[in-house]
Structure formats: structure tokens, C-alpha cells
């Protein structure tokens, strides 16, 4: 769209990008050190690791954006985007225009405003009350599950919450704070609306150009793949009736214990229907009791293309842990689903799914929190054999697509943006 585009990212993740797709034209990549080089695990402090790319990302900020102003060539705007609030407040001392981007539904946004605006007490007293739900402004009803899990009592990630207060902060000390946020008109246009202080303006979804609007069919990949694909399995879909596979992924970093890959195991061995089922290495899927049976009615592979994969034809259920990004090429794919949320956005998530957009299905878990084989074959068979889901998640696909096509809502959206950015 005629502006050129630097991404400042961490070494460990600018290392695993660059093994993918070449950089588009008008954009340049620059990575800093972080001291986590090569990756972070579980094994480290999470704290500790926010706090160090905070220190150095601040400087890496300063010096990117000093030195291009020295070259005589300036920047016209910083985007930053969600837990790094910092960025905006370098910005604001370099006396550089910024906007944030946020890249979970606005009503995400919403409940945290609401939380650090007057809302924190009935919010927190939700936890006490799981049959109970709260009334935000321009929200649906909400019960405890279907808050952020961040809000929650038990939340053993303290330092996200005043992370998202920085970020309210940030904007409050703009005239007109404008946010960027991956979704589209259609889809929330309540909660895009919902808080008045906000200007939420949806650009979603962000999704590669091939699989949206097409204007671009070499547009395949994000150009960020965090992990390795596999190759065989799209081979293996086209073998495939139409709309008979049902498709399993938890993201990149959910982590199931050894108990809930047995359930969903048993679970989509007593469906009897195909299934591709994406199982990362640490998750050691070669530990299953019933391995055999399973490559014997599916695939398992430690990753893929999700988006290819919910754009096949043979696709007919994605189970999802419902993040916002795997939310949203099922609504692009017009693929109905089982939300199987499991922290952070994904129970609002699938309360959006289930009762809002309508176009799947929530597993239900026992007492000790386990999805049980017998609730995911429920779920499974609904979503299956549900037309109205079905015809429901059509619906979204197509209001996608006209969100990004040429002069539906998110492009005139997007192209407002930029046009302020050259003034």
C-alpha cells in the first residue's frame, strides 16, 4: 500500500522467520538481542524474560529510531502490539505518533478496560460464583469461564494484568487513542463500539491474502512460522471425502497432560472418522496407549499450515483451543468447531463461538477439569452433524471476505490508517 515497513523483533524469533518465505517488498526485518537468542522454554523465568525484552527492546527502540532520523530518514509512526506497552511510552518521549495493535477480539480489550475502570470487584467476585455472569457494557453476559483466565483468582501470572493497565495508561495520554484490532466490523461491531474513550478500529482478519481475498495467491504463509511444517498431509486430504475430517491443534505453546491426550485419543477413536491431528514433539504422541489404532484411522503430525488446512475441502470439524488466531481462520475457512479453550482469551473465545457467532460447539469438563473421551465425541458428532453450525460458520466466511475485499470495512479501515500515517 506504498509505505515502507520495519519490523524490530527479538533474535529468536527474527532466526525462525527468516527460515520461511522471503521478506514481501517494503518491508526489512531487524532483530535485537533480548538475551534469549536461542528461544525461551518453560525452564526459564517468564517474569524475568519480560522484564529483560522490556530493558532491551526500550533501547533497541531508541537507537532503530534515533539512527534512521540521522540518515534523514525518519519514521512516520510506531505500531506496537499486545504486553509491550513500553514501546508506546518510547515513542511518546521520542515524540513519534504511535497506535497499538491489538491482536485479540475487541471484546478482549473491553473487559480489561472495564476491569481498570471500575469493574475489578464484580469482575474478581465472578470466581466465587461459577453460575453467576456479569453485564459489561456492550458485551454479552459473561460467567467466570468465560472471562480472560489472567482475571481469575488463581492466575499464577501476575505480572499480565498491570501489563494491560500500561497499555490503558498509554492510550489515555493520547488526544484520540486509535487501536488497531484483528478483527472485523461485522463480527463485533458492539464491542468495537462498546468503549466510547476507545476509537477500536477493526483491520482483521489478518490472514494471508490466498485464503481471503486473493489478491495475492502467492500470499501463502504469515512469514512466521514459529515451527517446522510437515509436507504429506495435505496428500493425505485430498484422499478424503468432502467435509469428513475432523482436524485437532492446540496452538503452538498449550501444553495437555498425558491424561487429556488420552481422552481426546479415545474420543476421536470412537467418532470413527478421519482425523489429522497435530501433536508437537514435546507432547510425545508416541506415549499414547493406542497409538496403532490411531495411524491406522488418522494422521498425527507434529505441525502444518493451518489455514490450508482449514481451507480444504475435506476439512468438516476443527477441535480448537480456541486462540484468537486459530478463531479466526475457522471463521475465514467457514469451518464450525469444538472449543476446547484452555487460558488467557480462548473461554471468551469460545463463549463468542458458541453463543454469539453460533458456529460451534464448548466441551464441557469434568470435575477435575478433564474433557472426558465421551464429551468430545459428543461434541465432535454435534458439530458434524450440525447444519445450522455449518451454514452459520458459511455465513462468517463470507462477511470475512467482504471485510477485506476492495472497499468492504477493514480495507477502507486500513487504508484510512495509512493515509494518516503520510500526512
Not at 525461551?40 to 529510531?65: N, Q
Not at 469493574?119 to 459489561?136: C, T, V
Request: with cysteine; aromatic share 8%; proline share 5%.
Amino acid at each position: 500500500m506504498g509505505v515502507e515497513v520495519t519490523l524490530l523483533t527479538a533474535f529468536s524469533a527474527l532466526n525462525r522467520m527468516s527460515k520461511t518465505t522471503p521478506n514481501p517488498q517494503g518491508l526489512t526485518m531487524v532483530g535485537f538481542s533480548d538475551g534469549y537468542d536461542n528461544g525461551w522454554t518453560d525452564k526459564y523465568d517468564i517474569e524475568h524474560l519480560m522484564s529483560e525484552l522490556k530493558r532491551c527492546g526500550s533501547e533497541a527502540v531508541r537507537a532503530l529510531v534515533t539512527s534512521s532520523f540521522d540518515k534523514g530518514e525518519p519514521f512516520s509512526r510506531v505500531v506496537y502490539t499486545t504486553l509491550l506497552p513500553w514501546v508506546g511510552k518510547v515513542a511518546h518521549d521520542l515524540q513519534i505518533p504511535s497506535t497499538f495493535l491489538w491482536i485479540q477480539p475487541a471484546t478482549i480489550l473491553d473487559v480489561y478496560y472495564y476491569y481498570h475502570n471500575g469493574y475489578a470487584d464484580s469482575i474478581r467476585s465472578l470466581g466465587n460464583e461459577p453460575s453467576s455472569s456479569i453485564e459489561l457494557p456492550g458485551l454479552p453476559p459473561l460467567a467466570s469461564r468465560d472471562l480472560p483466565s489472567f482475571l481469575v483468582v488463581a492466575n499464577v501470572y501476575n505480572f499480565v494484568v498491570p501489563l494491560f493497565k500500561e497499555h490503558l495508561e498509554v492510550l489515555d495520554e493520547e488526544t484520540n487513542p486509535k487501536v488497531l484490532v484483528n478483527t472485523f466490523d461485522a463480527l463485533e461491531d458492539g464491542p468495537l463500539r462498546a468503549v466510547k474513550r476507545l476509537n477500536l478500529v477493526g483491520v482483521g482478519p489478518l490472514i494471508p491474502s490466498a485464503f481471503l481475498d486473493g489478491k495475492d495467491p502467492s500470499d501463502t504463509s504469515f512469514g512466521g512460522d514459529l515451527l517446522q511444517k510437515s509436507s504429506d498431509y495435505i496428500e493425505w486430504l485430498n484422499l478424503k471425502q468432502k467435509e469428513s475430517v475432523v482436524y485437532v491443534s492446540f496452538g503452538s505453546y498449550s501444553v495437555l497432560s498425558k491424561q487429556q491426550m488420552e481422552e481426546i485419543a479415545r474420543g476421536l477413536l470412537e467418532s470413527g472418522r478421519p482425523f489429522l491431528w497435530v501433536v508437537r514433539p514435546e507432547q510425545d504422541g508416541e506415549q499414547l496407549s493406542c497409538k496403532e489404532e490411531l495411524r491406522r484411522q488418522g494422521m498425527i503430525v507434529p505441525w502444518c499450515s493451518q489455514v490450508e488446512v482449514l481451507s480444504h475441502p475435506s476439512l468438516g470439524c476443527f477441535v480448537t483451543h480456541c486462540g484468537w488466531n486459530s478463531s479466526l481462520e475457522s471463521l475465514v475457512s467457514g469451518v464450525p468447531v469444538v472449543a476446547f479453550p484452555l487460558w488467557t482469551d480462548q473461554g471468551t473465545n469460545a463463549k463468542l463461538i458458541e453463543d454469539v457467532w453460533k458456529t460451534g460447539v464448548r466441551v464441557v469438563r469434568n470435575e477435575e477439569g478433564i474433557v472426558e473421551s465421551d464429551e468430545i465425541l459428543r461434541c465432535i458428532e454435534l458439530v458434524m452433524g450440525g447444519e445450522e453450525l455449518r451454514s452459520n460458520a458459511k455465513k462468517w466466511k463470507d462477511l470475512a471476505r467482504e471485510a477485506a475485499k476492495e472497499g468492504g470495512s477493514s480495507d477502507l479501515n486500513l487504508k484510512a490508517f495509512l493515509e494518516e500515517v503520510r500526512e
